[in-house]
C-alpha cells in the first residue's frame, strides 16, 4: 500500500507535470472507483490544475477549486503517460479504474491490481467532504506531532502499538510497512500496549517514526512514478523480509500473518528474544 512518503512523491512529481495544464477529460472505466457524484467528474473538464497535495495517504489534486482526492488503497497505483491513447478505456477491462487525460496529450492512469477493488477516487468542492480526510488524525510529521503529543495519542488509542501507529484517525500517513519499520528502529514489541511506553521508549519511538518517514520520503522525492514501488522495497529492513537476517543484529525476521496482510520483527532487537504468536492469539509464546 502507498503510505505517506510514496504519496508524498507522488504529489510532488504530479506538481511537476500537471499544475498550470487543464483537465481535457477524465475516463472512468470502473466506475465503482468513483465514489461521489456531485460535482460530476465531468466538472473537472477544462480547469486548470493548481495544486498537488497530500493528506494522510490521501492524494489531492485542486483543479481551479474542485477537487480530485484518490486513495490508491493497497494495490492501486498512479502510472504517468507522456502521451494517453485517445480512445477511452473499455469498462470493466483490465486494471485501469480511472484516466485522466490533461492538455498536450498526457495525464495519468490509476490502476488496481487484483480481485480486491478498494481504490476510491471523490471529485468534491472541499477536501473535508471525502469521509476518510475527515476522520484523519494528526499527520506523522507535523512539526506539532512532539513526543508528548504522541504519548497523549497513544494513551488515548489503548491498543496496541501496531495498530495505533496504523490507526488513520489517531496518526495520519503510516501503514503497515513503515510501521514495522518504525517498531524496528525503536526496539519495540508490535503487541506492546499503547499507552504504557516509558519516557526513554515514547522518545525512541518519536525519533524512529520522524527520522524514518523523513529518510523514505528524501529518498522518493524525485522518483519516477514507476520507480517508486522498488524504492520503497530498497529501503525496507524488516518489513516484508522474513526468514532473511536481521541488518541490526543478524537474528531471523520473523511473521506474525493476519488474515489479509502480516507484519514481521526481529525477535532479538524487538522482543527481548521472545516469539510473538499469531496476533490474534494477542499474547506471546511461552
Not at 35 to 54: H, Q, W
Not at 113 to 132: C, E
Request: hydrophobic share 40%; with cysteine.
Amino acid at each position: 500500500m502507498p503510505e505517506l512518503p510514496e504519496v508524498e512523491a507522488l504529489a510532488s512529481f504530479l506538481r511537476d507535470r500537471a499544475v498550470g495544464h487543464a483537465v481535457a477529460r477524465v475516463d472512468t472505466p470502473a466506475i465503482s472507483a468513483l465514489k461521489t457524484f456531485d460535482p460530476p467528474v465531468s466538472a473537472l473538464a477544462g480547469l486548470e490544475v493548481t495544486a498537488v497535495g497530500r493528506y494522510g495517504k490521501f492524494l489531492d489534486l485542486d483543479v481551479s477549486g474542485v477537487h480530485l482526492v484518490v486513495h490508491l488503497a493497497r494495490a492501486g497505483w498512479l502510472h504517468w503517460r507522456d502521451t494517453l491513447p485517445a480512445a477511452p478505456p473499455k469498462p470493466g477491462r483490465g486494471p485501469i479504474a480511472l484516466r485522466l487525460h490533461l492538455d498536450g496529450g498526457g495525464g495519468f492512469d490509476l490502476t488496481e491490481q487484483g480481485t480486491q477493488k478498494k481504490l476510491a477516487a471523490y471529485v468534491v468542492r472541499t477536501v473535508t467532504d471525502v469521509p476518510g480526510i475527515a476522520r484523519l488524525g494528526v499527520d506523522a510529521l507535523d512539526p506539532a506531532l512532539t513526543a508528548d503529543r504522541l504519548g497523549e495519542l497513544l494513551k488515548a488509542h489503548g491498543g496496541q502499538l501496531k495498530g495505533a501507529l496504523t490507526d488513520q484517525a489517531t496518526i495520519a500517513g503510516i501503514g503497515n510497512a513503515y510501521s514495522d519499520e518504525i517498531l524496528h528502529t525503536a526496539k519495540l514489541s508490535p503487541f506492546k500496549p499503547a499507552g504504557r511506553l516509558a519516557e526513554g521508549e515514547l522518545s525512541r519511538l518519536h525519533a524512529a517514526m520522524v527520522t524514518t518517514l523523513r529518510d523514505a520520503v528524501d529518498r522518493s522525492i524525485g522518483q519516477q512514478a514507476a520507480t517508486l514501488k522498488s524504492e520503497k522495497r530498497s529501503g525496507l529492513r524488516v518489513h516484508a523480509r522474513a526468514g532473511l537476517p536481521c541488518p541490526v543484529c543478524g537474528d531471523t525476521v520473523r511473521e506474525v500473518s493476519f488474515a489479509d496482510r502480516s507484519l514481521q520483527y526481529c525477535a532479538t532487537c524487538q522482543t527481548n528474544g521472545q516469539i510473538l504468536a499469531d496476533r490474534r492469539l494477542s499474547k506471546l509464546l511461552k
